[in-house]
């Protein structure tokens, strides 16, 4: 097994701030800017006040955190450790902007004596004033970099453990499993369909121990459950449709759902006749004699297709291991001139069209009415920029949709790649996971 490397202090507390810098407060405060010039050396590294440089100097010259600020108070304005508490307390309680006032001229007062005036007080106190609602502490931004580092370290060595992890740790908030399972891939992770002779109650890793694959679980399957998936698993091996319900207690949607999932493969059926027969599989209650079941052999059924796969999988897992929808319609997607997320790379400044299906739309107070989508197709993520103007054109569209096209100037800006929104047309899949949008 590998061992975590220990952690250079200097890289380590790049990642602290650049994990504290992207929040309102710090934008609101316009402290981002000023920061990314002093660190590229576009801008020399000053102080407001030579009283200043002990406490901003390892955030060169620029206030980031809220124990920062609570220093500041003391340093420049004769704030009393109990001053600066209450300081503290204003910046993280809601609604703190009436106590941030009452505190402005006790804060200006200070600064006078010690020689702050006119313009660079003011510039300090808007520098508080920001964090009242939006403080965030350093102890805060140290534990999520320790915890953002040891993760890209799982990830990187053990991605298939890392996957069962997430998938067993959900609901997280941000990424749907279908994206986590996705991007899994990408990287290499083999992963499985559940089956009631082979999964667990959760995800978990089989095979080779040094290149495992990844078994989805039984409890997270639509209608399923912890309570369920676990006497499934403990009463395994099953031999039927009919063994389930009278073993495990099965009812017919849950062999509906199974059988929808691939979970009722070893069977030897197709999913389509699983499913047709559960009707017929849910008489084998206790109360029957066994072996008294009739229905069970399905008549001919045509098959599923790809698209047809795909809406069973959504349906009973929310997910899919294989083929996604995108993947599925690549060939129209190319004939239009869709290119590739794994293929932008390198087209810097060039309109381009992409499509995905929508993962996130995100519009922050402090973005000036920019709306920002994340769209993601069978190779990667598309990050996509809506002015203020583009959303008003096109938010009738952009905002249902589960899926879209959009046309583009393809930027590069801070090393990340951003379509800015020009054009945008709804693009029609079929079942797709649901868009998290946060406001």
Known sequence: MATLPRIKPRTFYDLVIEVAIIRPGPIQGNAVNPYIRRRRGDEPVTYLHPRLEPILRRTLGVPLFQEQLMEMAVAVAGFSPA????????MAAKRSELRMMKLKSRFYSGMAENGITGAAADQL????????????????AVSFAHLVYCSAWLKFHYPAAFLVSMLNAQPLGFWSTQSLVADAQRHGVR?????????????????DPDDPDVRLGLEDLRTIGEELATCIVKGAPWCDSSDLVRRAGA????????????ALDSFGATRRALAWSAGAAAQGTLDRLPGVVTGLEAPVLPA???????????????????ATAIALVRD?????????????IGAEGSRVLVAGVVTHRQHPETANGAVFINLEDETGHV????????????????R??????????LQRGQGTLALTAEFVEALSLGATTPSRDWH
């Open 83 to 90: 001053e600066a508490d209450e300081l503290r307390q204003a």
């Open 125 to 140: 106190f808007d520098a508080l004033a920001a964090f009242s609602n939006f403080g965030f502490p350093e102890s805060h």
């Open 191 to 207: 992963v499985q369909r559940p089956d009631v002779n082979r999964s667990g109650v959760g995800a978990t890793l089989e095979g």
């Open 251 to 262: 009812q017919q949607h849950h062999l509906e759902v199974l059988a929808a999932a691939g």
């Open 304 to 322: 599923t297709s790809e698209m047809e796969r795909v809406a069973d999988d959504m349906w009973s897992m929310g997910l899919t291991p294989e």
């Open 332 to 344: 129209y997607l190319n004939e239009r001139g869709v290119t590739r997320a794994d293929a932008l």
């Open 383 to 398: 990050n996509v920029i809506f002015s203020k103007g583009a959303w008003a054109r096109w938010s009738l569209v952009a």
């Open 400 to 409: 249902k949709s589960p899926a879209l096209m959009i046309r583009g100037t």
